[in-house]
């Protein structure tokens, strides 16, 4: 699960797809969270355009593992 700050890594939005993958007859064996890597911006800068992604790639993501451990579930960082 991509975890981009202010978008993705809510508590809500995490929440909902604990929940959801809560809710699979087959469990997946781990979750991994995978924090978003700010240097993705840099390939804007080969091809000459603006990096302007809307949230604030700096921000360290929520890499809370609660959510889902709440849920049984079996999650890591990356």
Sequence with gaps: I???PGITDTD????AI???IASFPNRPQRIDLLP???LSGAKYDM????YN???DPYR???TSTAIFEAYDLVVEVR
Excluded: K, W
């Design 18 to 20: 604990a929940a959801f």
């Design 60 to 62: 360290p993501p929520n």
């Design 36 to 38: 978003y890597n700010p």
């Design 47 to 50: 091809l000459n355009r603006e």
């Design 53 to 55: 992604p809307g949230f």
């Design 2 to 4: 991509p975890l981009i």
């Design 12 to 15: 809500a939005n995490l929440e």
